[in-house]
């Protein structure tokens, strides 16, 4: 992620953020992808579609977020009795938790698996996505046909396949957003390349704001601490080596 040229890296602590940040980075490549139709931008679209419905049928994710969002409202909803709250902000942030968690009600348990193996067109492709060229014409001559129909016709399918995505994707983002916003970042330096900081507990992610690109920062972490270490590249072929300078940047532990 990058923002006003401070790039941003991200790191989950555990598997459930580190599976919506995957959600989040897979619709975004959908939604980027299906703006181009010529026909590279409709296989890479539908090479995106595959990999959302992959992670989903292998995770549960729509109960993931379903109760996420329940202990999301419910934690916010206590805040109504604080004098030093902006009502309108947090009334507004319970009513779009109330209109996904609606929504994602009307989801049927296990849709990405069901829709993989029900619609043959698409499991015909999970069967070959994983093969380097696979989906070559000659190899699926129905897939061929399919990105010979009409722009009309093509969106409508995109449309049909991730109408149930669409209020997966809205509670991850809804949650991403809620989780970034719950810590402020704080200037750091990084002495000789290395910070070692105690997080707090609960912490579910690190976001590291860096506007040096010179450097890039690995981060590790685990309950009680994490260590960002900032490498660079020494080579022409990549290698990679930590850096000896001391790097100021800021860092965000955050938890909801």
């Keep these: ?13 555990n598997e459930r953020i580190r599976t919506f940040l995957r959600v989040e980075h897979l619709t975004a490549r959908l939604h980027h992808h299906r703006r181009d139709t010529a026909l590279w931008g409709r296989r890479a679209a539908m090479d995106a579609l595959l990999d959302i419905l992959n992670v989903m049928s292998r995770h549960d994710i729509r109960g993931q977020v379903s109760k996420e969002l ?5 934690s916010l909803h206590h805040l109504n009795e604080r004098d030093d709250v902006d009502q309108e902000a947090l009334t507004g942030i319970l009513s779009e938790l109330d209109a996904i968690a609606s929504e994602m009600a009307q989801i049927p348990p296990q849709f990405a ?32 046909h399919w990105l010979a129909q009409s722009d009309t016709s093509i969106d409508a399918d995109f449309d049909r396949w991730f109408r149930r995505v669409a209020p997966v994707e809205r509670g991850v983002r809804l949650l991403l957003r809620l989780l970034r916003d719950s810590a402020e970042p704080t200037s750091e330096i990084a002495e000789n390349g290395v910070l070692v900081h105690n997080t707090a507990t609960g912490t579910q992610m690190i976001r590291v704001l860096l506007d040096d690109p010179s450097v890039f920062p690995e981060i590790s972490g685990g309950r009680h601490r994490a260590t960002v270490r900032f490498m660079r590249y020494q080579d022409p072929q990549m290698h990679l080596r930590q850096t000896e300078n001391s790097i100021v940047f800021r860092m965000a532990c955050c938890r909801f």
């Design 1 to 13: 992620m990058a923002d006003d040229g401070v790039l941003c890296y991200e790191q989950p602590l």
């Design 70 to 74: 329940e202990l999301r409202r419910a």
């Design 113 to 144: 698996s069901y829709q993989l193996r029900d619609n043959e067109l698409l499991n015909s492709l999970n069967n070959r996505h994983a093969i380097p060229g696979g989906t070559c014409s000659f190899d699926l001559p129905a897939y061929h």
